[in-house]
Structure formats: C-alpha cells, structure tokens
T-cell receptor, first 114, second 113 residues
Framework: ETGVTQTPRHLVMGMTNKKSLKCEQH?????MYWYKQSAKKPLELMFV???????ENNSVPSRFSPECPNSSHLFLHLHTLQPEDSALYLC?????????????FGPGTRLTVL | EDQVTQSPEALRLQEGESSSLNCSYT??????LFWYRQDPGKGPEFLFT???AGEEKEKERLKATLTKKESFLHITAPKPEDSATYLC??????????????FGTGTRLQVTL
C-alpha cells in the first residue's frame, strides 16, 4: 500500500448504529487530519492529530469521536449520527516542518446516514 | 478569519481552449497556498504549493502563479482528462504544531472534445 488509505470506501448506516472509519498513512508523516466534505461547501477540518496528540477539535459534535493510536493510524468512531452527517469523510497526513507542510489525502469514505 | 474564494464556480472548455481559474484569499500572514485536483468520489490530489508573491510552478498543462491577494491556475491546451474540480487552500503562519488549511469551494472544470 502507498500513500493514504481509507476503509471502508462506502458506508450506509442507520441513526442508531455505531461504526468506525479507518485511515492509514504509509508516508512516514507525523500529523493526521479528518475532514468533512459536503456538496457545495468547502472542506471542513474536523480534527488534527500531531505526534498522536489531538491539537484541534473544530467544534465537532460528540457523536464523532477520533482516535489516533500511533502516527500511522487514525480512526473516526461514529454513533447516533444524523442524516445531515451524510458526506465524504477525508483523511489526510502531513510531515510537520518549519516550512509549509503539504497535506496528502486519502480516497475518502462516502457515508450515508438513513 | 482566513478566507478563500474561487471563481468561476464552473467552467466548460473545448479541448485546446486555454483558460485560467482564480483563487482570491485573505490570510493573516501566508505560509503557503495549495492547489489540489479532485475527481468525483475521490480525495484531493496535490498539485502545487506556492509560498511567496511572484512565484510560479508548472506541471504538464498546468501553471500556478501567486500574487499578494490571489493565485491563478492557468490551463494551456486542456484535454478531456483535465476535467475535475480544482481546489485552492491557504495556510497561515502560526505558532504551535500541525498545519491548518482553509479551502475554497472549488472550480468544476469540464473539457469537451
């Protein structure tokens, strides 16, 4: 595997379900991100992990719970979601440096909440 | 608050018809401006990073330029495979760890034969 991978690619869940999204980066980076992409809206940053510590939580509802067990893996645990949470969820990683650090994205998980 | 505005929202070109996409931004000290390409149902693919006004970068039929207020993505003699949504994002100078990007809503480009 190369780059940033995400599983599953598609997920349909009911409002009472619990599911998890998985992201793995094979780039040796030390920062990972979750974004939400909805139609006609810019990418919204949800969470940032740097060196496995959460450094950003952009007022995301508690029904989204991130987990970063190590620098290569990132999870997004989902429970009691709402239909408006249906979107493309993107994971990204970067290598922090004193210069600008480019973020590389995975293919995304298309989530549909019924 | 950092802001990014992209125009036009959608652009339809014929193959070989060159054009430019615009990205206007306001940021509290620019650390970097990024261009990404996104195909339907896929994640954004990194194209360029620009750091300072006057900088230019090229890749095949694409050329990105940067001024203090905006960036342009010039597409020369486009082909149908250039059809995609092009995203612009800015990163502000900041202390602390990890980068934060502010994205525009993108320009959806369609290139027809």
């Amino acid at each position: 595997e190369t780059g940033v991978t995400q599983t599953p690619r598609h997920l349909v869940m009911g409002m009472t379900n619990k599911k998890s999204l998985k992201c793995e980066q094979h780039l040796g980076h030390n920062a990972m991100y979750w974004y939400k992409q909805s139609a006609k809206k810019p990418l919204e940053l949800m969470f940032v992990y740097s060196l496995e510590e959460r450094v950003e939580n952009n007022s995301v509802p508690s029904r989204f719970s991130p987990e970063c067990p190590n620098s290569s893996h990132l999870f997004l645990h989902l429970h009691t979601l709402q239909p408006e949470d249906s979107a493309l969820y993107l994971c990204a990683s970067s290598q922090e440096s004193t210069d600008s650090d480019t973020q590389y994205f995975g293919p995304g998980t298309r989530l549909t909440v019924l | 608050e950092d802001q990014v505005t992209q125009s036009p929202e959608a652009l339809r070109l014929q193959e070989g018809e060159s054009s430019s996409l615009n990205c206007s931004y306001t940021v509290s000290g620019l650390r970097g401006l990024f261009w990404y390409r996104q195909d339907p149902g896929k994640g954004p693919e990194f194209l360029f990073t620009l750091y300072s006004a006057g900088e230019e970068k090229e890749k095949e039929r694409l050329k990105a330029t940067l001024t203090k207020k905006e960036s342009f993505l010039h597409i020369t003699a486009p082909k149908p495979e250039d059809s995609a949504t092009y995203l612009c994002a800015v990163q502000a100078r900041q202390t602390g760890t990890a980068s934060k990007l502010t994205f525009g809503t993108g320009t959806r480009l369609q290139v027809t034969l």
